[in-house]
């Protein structure tokens, strides 16, 4: 059973950098598939912030693209998203995924002073 | 970056009835490469359909997706308590960014 498991700080404040982890169980994050991160500001849609390939290769949303690094750490078989110089509107919830097939349970992060 | 208009905004229908939801997509979809989700408050979204058309694990067969190129539609042939939520259309083709529609909420009438 794949299972994806965010974490990291529930509160950052204004012009700090977000970090989150996702912690995979029952895959290797080694293998075929890409890796993503997906938020979801309160009351809103979805929003696919960016994508690490098998290739190695990332992939960013052109409108986050200057703030947002994904890495991939394959000893622990997490990977992870950092967002830099955080505003307000960064608050979300923030959702890991194994491709469209299996998604962690998000977590909210609020950027706040 | 292929943009995904969903339609309509809301739906309001009755247990029983048929749902149909469309997902319009910019410019084609590489490979039929689109999805639909299920997302309930506070609930994580649940993968529907993948591939336009396969059906996900455990999903009921009254879910049907259908479409290619740039037009995509969702159908719940008979609508349970259960299915009223909002649901999202993304595609996944061979150029990133994995946009997402802005959802349709399906409310009981």
């Known amino acids: 059973q794949v299972r994806l498991q965010e974490s990291g700080p529930g509160l950052v404040k204004p012009s700090e950098t977000l970090s989150l982890t996702c912690t995979v169980s029952?895959?290797?994050?080694?293998?075929?598939?890409?890796w993503g991160w997906i938020r979801q500001p309160p009351g809103k849609g979805l929003e696919w912030i960016g994508s690490i390939h098998h290739s190695g290769r990332t992939y960013y949303n052109p409108s986050l693209k200057s703030r947002v690094t994904i890495s991939v750490d394959t000893t622990k078989n997490q990977f992870s998203l950092k967002l830099s110089s955080v505003t307000a509107a960064d608050t979300a919830v923030y959702y890991c995924?194994?491709?469209?097939?299996?998604w962690g349970q998000g977590t909210l992060v609020t950027v706040s002073s | 970056e292929i943009v995904l208009t969903q339609s309509p905004g809301t739906l309001s229908l009755s247990p029983g009835e048929r749902a149909t939801l469309s997902c319009r997509a910019s410019?084609?979809?590489?490979?039929?490469?689109l999805a639909w989700y299920q997302q309930k408050p506070g609930q994580a979204p649940r993968l529907l359909i993948y591939?336009?058309?396969s059906r996900a694990t455990g999903i009921p067969d009254r879910f049907s997706g259908s479409g290619s190129g740039t037009d995509f539609t969702l159908t719940i042939s008979r609508l349970e308590p259960e299915d009223f939520a909002v649901y999202y259309c993304?595609?996944?083709?061979?150029?990133?960014?994995?946009?997402f529609g802005q959802g349709t909420k399906l409310e009981i009438k």
């Open positions: 993304q595609q996944y083709g061979s150029s990133p960014p994995y946009s």
């Open positions: 995924a194994r491709a469209v097939m299996y």
């Open positions: 410019q084609s979809v590489s490979s039929s490469y």
């Open positions: 029952g895959y290797s994050i080694s293998s075929v598939y890409y």
């Open positions: 591939d336009a058309s």
